[in-house]
């Protein structure tokens, strides 16, 4: 059988797309590794593991029905519940009878004569469809280092982005956690709570500040649900999918956090979340300085208009976040180690923590400086740094992942002309708009690179994406069309349309390495890979190429 469209992966992007393309009245199929659905939700469940967008705003916004039925406990959601919300919406929406399950992908591959698509599995099957979907995710293919040594440890070895499904006990264990990004950084309170000592290897510091924490109350839901609506425009015009709604009527909280946003003004995961504040950092006493962050806590520094485009700006901010951190953890040398000195705030996608200085100041935890004294090996019992033997018995790599090109690569495609994408994209990824690639007809990705994506609250990007795929389709159905994939010069101008916004941004200057560069990736290029032009920007290009009839792309009859 051909199915008219094969989806690979089942978290919320393949979610969406099953339910969306099976309202067109077409055939769909959704392929995926896991034994469930909920993709990154799915696969990272470590301790601590929790999303860093505010809960209401992180929700589909497709079904009025299950808008008003879900329940969020807190205001920033941890994975069990959004996992149960994943289920929720599988259940709901009936959508597992198009998902298969404990299956991968492992070949996908253009059959010119008959313009179709071939999926070979791991499970020998071959499956063939029109149109094909890369739900694949931008954080789905775990990284983890090859360390010398590494297959002699003796000990329990976990990835934070491969958490096992059964109860890992800590109790009274030796154990290490190598990394120290957004997924180290929320796992090692967890972690130091569980087990007998936790050493903690670090290459480099984070800047993080503390996670708004507070349980959700009634009254701000339901009016979060009475305005969903007008909240849905509204992060469709916020460059980060986030509508920052603020609700009015119900009567404030007396807690000191906010009842929907960040703990401090302007902190989320992602830039643009929030309106943050007017304020500059350069036009302040340091007196002044001092004050915004006692009255509103670290985040505050992360308010300061001025320090995500002016070098100068940027280090004040540094050395004032520094100077906070040297007064929550006590021991001096500790402190020094667990400041940030070398990359400014803004590079990296921000980090929200809950305790985690406070974490080093236990009489359980110490922390190994690879900065200061290189990691030697990994032994059959722990890890050698210099002259340090660190025993363990159990080593967890929180070492972040392949991000948004590694699932695609990862795949195995292969185009017109046995041109497989890998060899495209060998010098960095080339796609227009995020959404396709040329030599690959009829396959689409889901917050594929140069898109928003996670620049943006992911779930409005995946709608985005998805409802612009399905209208695409819908419309080479109704003109009969039988193939579209992108002009070449398209996707020439969108990457350095890509390039050009992100330049003059704290994410692309020299000091600066993160996974959004590929940075992390021995070998990977370095190429700034999502779009950081915003989504309403964006959504001009998308929509202004589904309005006048797909001019960028070459579409054959
Ligand atoms: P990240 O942010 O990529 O962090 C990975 C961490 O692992 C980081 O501290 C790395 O240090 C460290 N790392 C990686 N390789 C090594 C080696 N070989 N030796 C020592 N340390 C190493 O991944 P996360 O999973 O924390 O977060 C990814 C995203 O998921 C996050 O931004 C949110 O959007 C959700 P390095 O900085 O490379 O020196």
Same mark, same amino acid.
Not at 227 to 239: D, K, L, V
Not at 391 to 420: H, K, P, Q, S, W
């Given at each position: 059988? *051909?199915?008219? =469209?094969? *989806?690979? %992966?089942?978290?919320?992007?393949?979610? +969406?797309?099953? +339910?969306?393309?099976? @309202?067109?009245?077409?055939?769909?199929?959704?392929?995926?590794?896991?034994?469930? =659905?909920?993709?990154?939700?799915?696969?990272?469940? +470590?301790?601590?593991?929790?999303?860093?967008?505010?809960?209401? #705003? +992180?929700?589909?916004?497709?079904? &009025?029905?299950? #808008?008003?039925?879900?329940?969020?406990? &807190?205001?920033?959601?941890?994975?069990?519940?959004?996992?149960?919300?994943?289920?929720?919406?599988? &259940?709901?929406?009936?959508?597992?009878?198009? *998902?298969?399950?404990?299956?991968?992908?492992?070949?996908?591959?253009?059959?010119?004569?008959?313009? =179709?698509?071939?999926? %070979? $599995?791991?499970?020998? #099957? $071959?499956?063939?469809?029109?149109?094909?979907v890369m739900a694949t995710g931008c954080l789905s293919v775990p990284n983890k280092p090859n360390l010398p040594g590494a297959a002699r440890f003796k000990g329990q070895v976990l990835h934070t982005g491969l958490w096992p499904h059964e109860e890992v006990s800590l109790e009274g264990k030796r154990v290490g956690v190598i990394g120290t990004g957004s997924s180290g950084v929320q796992a090692i309170p967890e972690l130091a709570k569980q087990a007998g000592h936790l050493t903690v290897f670090q290459r480099t510091p984070v800047y993080t500040v503390p996670a708004n924490r507070k349980r959700m109350r009634e009254a701000v839901q339901q009016e979060f649900k009475d305005n969903y609506r007008e909240i849905r425009e509204m992060q469709w015009r916020n460059a980060g999918g986030v509508s920052g709604f603020r609700p009015l009527k119900?009567?404030?909280?007396?807690?000191?956090? !906010?009842?929907?946003? !960040?703990?401090?003004?302007?902190?989320? @995961?992602? !830039?643009? @979340?929030?309106?943050?504040?007017?304020?500059?950092?350069?036009?302040? $006493?340091p007196e002044q300085r001092e004050q915004v962050v006692e009255a509103g806590g670290l985040g505050m520094i992360l308010a300061f208009r001025d320090i995500y485009s002016d070098i100068e700006a940027n280090d004040i901010a540094n050395e004032l976040f520094r100077s906070q951190i040297r007064k929550i953890v006590k021991n001096p040398e500790v402190s020094e180690k667990l400041l940030p000195k070398d990359y400014g705030i803004g590079c990296k996608r921000q980090v929200l923590d809950r305790d985690y200085y406070d974490t080093f100041n236990r009489n359980n935890v110490s922390l190994v400086d690879l900065r200061e004294t290189p990691l030697d090996t990994i032994t059959e019992t722990g890890v050698q740094v210099g002259s340090d033997h660190h025993e363990l018995d159990v080593l967890i790599y929180a070492t972040g992942f392949d991000a948004m090109t590694g699932a695609l690569v990862r795949a195995n495609i292969t185009g017109r002309d046995g041109v497989t994408l890998r060899d495209k994209w060998a010098d960095g990824p080339v796609a227009f708009m995020g959404l396709q690639m040329r030599g690959f007809p009829n396959l689409f990705t889901v917050t594929g690179p140069g898109s928003p994506s996670v620049l943006c609250n992911m779930l409005v990007a995946i709608e985005q994406h998805v409802n612009w795929i399905a209208d695409c389709v819908a419309w080479m159905r109704e003109n009969e069309k039988a193939t579209i994939e992108p002009l070449e010069q398209s996707e020439i101008d969108w990457v350095a349309h890509v390039n050009e916004v992100a330049e003059g941004t704290m994410y692309t200057v020299p000091s600066c390495n993160s996974w959004y560069l590929g940075a992390n990736i021995e070998g990977k290029p370095r190429i700034f890979m999502p779009y950081v032009g915003g989504l309403p920007r964006y959504r001009e290009h998308t929509d202004g190429q589904a309005e006048n009839n797909y001019p960028g792309f070459e579409v054959l009859g």
């Amino acid at each position: 059988m *051909i199915q008219d =469209v094969l *989806i690979v %992966g089942a978290g919320f992007g393949g979610m +969406y797309g099953v +339910y969306k393309f099976r @309202g067109m009245g077409l055939s769909v199929k959704a392929v995926e590794a896991g034994s469930d =659905v909920g993709g990154t939700w799915y696969w990272n469940r +470590y301790p601590g593991a929790r999303c860093d967008v505010p809960s209401l #705003e +992180y929700s589909f916004g497709f079904s &009025e029905e299950l #808008e008003q039925a879900w329940e969020w406990p &807190e205001v920033f959601s941890a994975q069990p519940d959004i996992l149960d919300y994943a289920n929720h919406v599988a &259940e709901r929406f009936d959508l597992r009878q198009h *998902i298969q399950f404990n299956t991968r992908v492992t070949s996908i591959t253009w059959r010119d004569g008959d313009q =179709v698509w071939e999926l %070979g $599995t791991d499970t020998g #099957e $071959t499956l063939r469809g029109r149109f094909v979907v890369m739900a694949t995710g931008c954080l789905s293919v775990p990284n983890k280092p090859n360390l010398p040594g590494a297959a002699r440890f003796k000990g329990q070895v976990l990835h934070t982005g491969l958490w096992p499904h059964e109860e890992v006990s800590l109790e009274g264990k030796r154990v290490g956690v190598i990394g120290t990004g957004s997924s180290g950084v929320q796992a090692i309170p967890e972690l130091a709570k569980q087990a007998g000592h936790l050493t903690v290897f670090q290459r480099t510091p984070v800047y993080t500040v503390p996670a708004n924490r507070k349980r959700m109350r009634e009254a701000v839901q339901q009016e979060f649900k009475d305005n969903y609506r007008e909240i849905r425009e509204m992060q469709w015009r916020n460059a980060g999918g986030v509508s920052g709604f603020r609700p009015l009527k119900s009567a404030p909280s007396r807690a000191n956090q !906010p009842d929907v946003g !960040p703990a401090a003004s302007g902190v989320t @995961g992602i !830039p643009g @979340g929030d309106s943050g504040g007017g304020l500059r950092i350069k036009a302040m $006493t340091p007196e002044q300085r001092e004050q915004v962050v006692e009255a509103g806590g670290l985040g505050m520094i992360l308010a300061f208009r001025d320090i995500y485009s002016d070098i100068e700006a940027n280090d004040i901010a540094n050395e004032l976040f520094r100077s906070q951190i040297r007064k929550i953890v006590k021991n001096p040398e500790v402190s020094e180690k667990l400041l940030p000195k070398d990359y400014g705030i803004g590079c990296k996608r921000q980090v929200l923590d809950r305790d985690y200085y406070d974490t080093f100041n236990r009489n359980n935890v110490s922390l190994v400086d690879l900065r200061e004294t290189p990691l030697d090996t990994i032994t059959e019992t722990g890890v050698q740094v210099g002259s340090d033997h660190h025993e363990l018995d159990v080593l967890i790599y929180a070492t972040g992942f392949d991000a948004m090109t590694g699932a695609l690569v990862r795949a195995n495609i292969t185009g017109r002309d046995g041109v497989t994408l890998r060899d495209k994209w060998a010098d960095g990824p080339v796609a227009f708009m995020g959404l396709q690639m040329r030599g690959f007809p009829n396959l689409f990705t889901v917050t594929g690179p140069g898109s928003p994506s996670v620049l943006c609250n992911m779930l409005v990007a995946i709608e985005q994406h998805v409802n612009w795929i399905a209208d695409c389709v819908a419309w080479m159905r109704e003109n009969e069309k039988a193939t579209i994939e992108p002009l070449e010069q398209s996707e020439i101008d969108w990457v350095a349309h890509v390039n050009e916004v992100a330049e003059g941004t704290m994410y692309t200057v020299p000091s600066c390495n993160s996974w959004y560069l590929g940075a992390n990736i021995e070998g990977k290029p370095r190429i700034f890979m999502p779009y950081v032009g915003g989504l309403p920007r964006y959504r001009e290009h998308t929509d202004g190429q589904a309005e006048n009839n797909y001019p960028g792309f070459e579409v054959l009859g």
